[in-house]
């Protein structure tokens, strides 16, 4: 199998070159791994009710190391679930200069699983109506969203499978915060306004270090995400890097975070749509949760800047 993008180390795969103990110990890294991962997938999917009985789930695949896992992941769940569904893998080639359209087909196949190839050229479109210098993120988001959403709708998909990590929710909580002024991230489910489609992130509890090390054993095919050219989201590095320098230096710190992004108490916030501080009970909040939870997702944001991730298509 061709291997696109990888380092060295990846390409040459992780037991070449290695001597026994080498290997034994690879081995078990991953097999912990393959646990850990799986353990994640299969409590955020039974927290937040993702996957039920006869649903068709769309697997979102850009040919990066989040899209992959989880691809893999519930692949290997389904073989186990307590409920029966049906799994296919879409991947959406919008005819970027330099990509390798024959990576993921090979991958595929060799997986035995069904998949679809979308080809719409939206490169082009992007390359025309976004003036140069500009970052092409936005239009390209919103898209490539239609794009999906339509083709789910045609083919009786009942669920979006999207990459989005822990780290993602946690680095979309503090873009909106820092340039946004609102507090919100990506939900692990959202339904769309129309009632036509339900996205589903299952690796909501997944650590984005334990997936890039997964990708890393499991040697996937990975396709670069820069092939359009367009800028790298600058905030959102910045915000990253924060988070690595936390994670060495305050072992334990994301984790809590992201518990607290799972446990809120509006009584001990300042939002009065949630909370009625007069009579000391909880609201319902804003009137267009959905919406506004998309405006995340679509790089819609007051200042212009784009806080979701559907940019790589880490769908």
């Known amino acids: 199998m061709n291997v696109v993008g990888m380092s060295e180390a990846m390409t040459a795969g992780p037991d070449q070159g290695q001597n026994p103990d080498s290997e034994r110990r690879l081995k078990v890294e991953l097999t912990k791994l393959q646990k850990r991962l799986r353990h994640d997938v299969g409590q955020a999917i039974a927290d937040f009710s993702m996957i039920e009985a006869g649903d068709k789930v769309m697997c979102c695949l850009s040919g990066g190391k989040d899209s992959y896992a989880m691809l893999d992941i519930l692949m290997a769940l389904k073989k186990s679930a307590p409920v029966s569904f049906e799994l296919i893998a879409v991947n959406l080639d919008q005819k970027q200069p330099g990509f390798p359209e024959e990576v993921l087909p090979e991958y595929l196949n060799e997986l035995g699983i069904e998949y679809h190839i979308i080809e719409k050229d939206t490169y082009s479109i992007v390359k025309e109506k976004v003036p140069e210098g500009k970052t092409t993120c936005g239009l390209c988001s919103r898209l490539r969203r239609g794009i999906l959403y339509n083709f789910a709708e045609e083919h009786g998909v009942t669920k979006i499978a999207l990459g989005h990590h822990r780290d993602d929710l946690l680095e979309t909580l503090?873009?909106?915060?820092?340039?946004?002024?609102?507090?919100?991230?990506?939900?692990?489910?959202?339904?769309?306004?129309?009632?036509?489609?339900?996205?589903?992130?299952?690796?909501?509890?997944?650590?984005?270090?334990?997936?890039?090390?997964?990708?890393?054993?499991?040697?996937?095919?990975?396709?670069?995400?820069?092939?359009?050219?367009?800028?790298?989201?600058?905030?959102?590095?910045?915000?990253?890097?924060?988070?690595?320098?936390w994670d060495k230096q305050h072992p334990g710190r994301l984790e809590t975070m992201f518990r607290a992004m799972c446990n809120v108490e509006p009584s001990h916030l300042a939002d009065n749509t949630l909370y009625d501080f007069r009579e000391g009970q909880r609201l319902g909040g804003h009137s267009s949760q959905n919406g506004q939870a998309q405006a995340v997702e679509s790089g819609a944001s007051q200042d212009g800047h784009n806080y979701g991730r559907l940019d790589v298509l880490n769908l």
Not at 202 to 226: G, H, M, T, V
């Open 174 to 245: 503090f873009l909106n915060m820092f340039y946004g002024g609102k507090m919100k991230s990506m939900p692990p489910v959202l339904h769309s306004d129309d009632g036509r489609n339900t996205v589903i992130r299952p690796l909501a509890y997944c650590r984005e270090k334990d997936i890039a090390r997964y990708a890393q054993l499991r040697a996937f095919p990975i396709i670069p995400c820069n092939l359009c050219g367009s800028q790298e989201n600058l905030q959102r590095q910045v915000i990253k890097d924060m988070f690595q320098t």
